[in-house]
């Protein structure tokens, strides 16, 4: 079981594109399975929830990259700013003003994606185009000086039709390719973050160029 962790991870890394960036998404999963990436220089964990993420920061190694995936509540996001290296999931304008000011106090730049509404699951948290468009071209937003908008970010439905993947994939790509035209010319906007376990050679075909993947490496989750 342990062994093959190291493995999936490496046959994913082996089967993808050499720019599509893997996120081992280790929400719960125990600190020793994570270990034995980490112990193979594999340094990068997605997590979705800050409580369980500040724990497993403190315990584990310091040179961790840690990604942030889940919906965040305004009220946590100070616990995050002082280490977190992206934070995949901004899903609106108040919570994106949050993690500026945050920033603010502490002199940092937090690289965030701006995440998507793309499922037909009206469950699914994330900006409409509309939405993006207004915020991007608002004063507020371009005075904000401690977020840095590195790419986008959406979950599909949870669905084995290919089409329907392929569909919602391709919206993302095109919200992403309208934004980096009319907003974001600079090289940093380029992340397209979609593919999970079950999509994510769907997502590769759309335009994918980080997926965040947990049960595909670690297995089931407690
Ligand atoms: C849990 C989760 C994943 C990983 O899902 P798997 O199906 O286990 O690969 C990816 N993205 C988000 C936002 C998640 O919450």
């Known amino acids: 079981m ?75 996001v100070k616990y995050l700013t002082p280490f977190i290296h992206l934070i995949h999931s901004v899903d609106s304008f108040r919570l994106l003003k949050e993690i500026n000011k945050e920033a603010q106090k502490i002199d940092r730049k937090i690289n965030c994606l701006l995440q998507f509404h793309i499922a037909t699951e009206d469950t699914k948290y994330g900006f409409d185009i509309n939405e993006a468009r207004e915020m991007l071209g608002s004063s507020d937003f371009l005075s904000m000086q401690n977020i840095e908008i590195k790419g986008v970010m959406g979950m599909a439905t949870f669905t084995d039709n290919k089409k329907q993947l392929q569909k919602e994939f391709q919206q993302l790509k095109q919200n992403f390719d309208e934004l980096k035209t009319n907003h974001f010319k600079a090289e940093s906007f380029c992340e397209i973050s979609m593919g999970m376990s079950n999509d994510y050679q769907v997502a590769i075909e759309q335009g994918s160029t980080m997926l965040r993947i947990g049960t595909g490496i670690f297995g089931k989750r407690k």
Do not use: C, T
Not at 20 to 35: D, G, N, T
Not at 42 to 52: A, D, L, M, P
Not at 61 to 76: A, Y
């Open 2 to 76: 342990e062994v093959n962790i190291l493995e999936n991870f490496i046959q994913i890394k082996n089967n993808i594109p050499g720019h599509v960036k893997v996120i081992p998404v280790s929400k719960r999963q125990s600190k020793e399975y994570m270990m034995l990436l980490y112990s193979e220089g594999y340094k990068v964990f997605g997590e979705n929830r800050v409580q369980e993420l500040l724990e497993k920061s403190e315990a584990l190694p310091k040179d961790i990259e840690w990604h942030f995936i889940g919906h965040l509540q305004r009220n946590k």
